[in-house]
């Protein structure tokens, strides 16, 4: 019987767009970091490469060929899991991972940390161009 409570304890294994989004998330706080993939460090692209992986989905290692991955998604249809794209005065060309309701996570820039920030907020509401899905929604 103590068996079957371990079992019932443990939380569910997700898959997909959800594990993207949960991978991400325990993120966040971790600094900017040009290059970085890793806890330590990450930059735009690195945080969805590495969220990307420990979902068990492979994507490229830049935001230019992440722009390439997926289908595309009209930003009205936009969900948790799909990857989002901007460009930024600062940055050629700048990705996170929506979490829901036009909120998204990502690694900003040099001096920053993981954070969620809102698509419907300066600078991202002008910067955004496009949004591709990656991963699959189901559990």
Request: glycine share 12%; hydrophobic share 45%; proline share 7%.
């Amino acid at each position: 019987m103590a068996a079957l409570a371990a079992c019932a304890a443990q939380p569910p294994v997700r898959h997909g767009a959800p594990a993207l989004v949960d991978s991400a998330t325990m993120m966040l706080g971790q600094p900017y970091r040009y290059g970085g993939f890793a806890p330590g460090g990450f930059d735009c692209s690195g945080l969805v490469y590495y969220a990307a992986r420990r979902a068990g989905l492979e994507v490229p290692r830049t935001a230019a060929a992440q722009l390439a991955s997926g289908t595309a998604v009209a930003r009205a249809a936009v969900r948790a899991g799909d990857l989002v794209f901007m460009h930024l005065s600062h940055k050629e060309l700048h990705v996170g991972i929506a979490v829901g309701g036009e909120r998204f996570i990502h690694a900003p820039s040099s001096g920053g940390r993981v954070r969620i920030d809102s698509l419907s907020a300066p600078p991202y509401d002008r910067g955004f161009f496009s949004a591709r899905r990656i991963a699959p929604d189901a559990d």
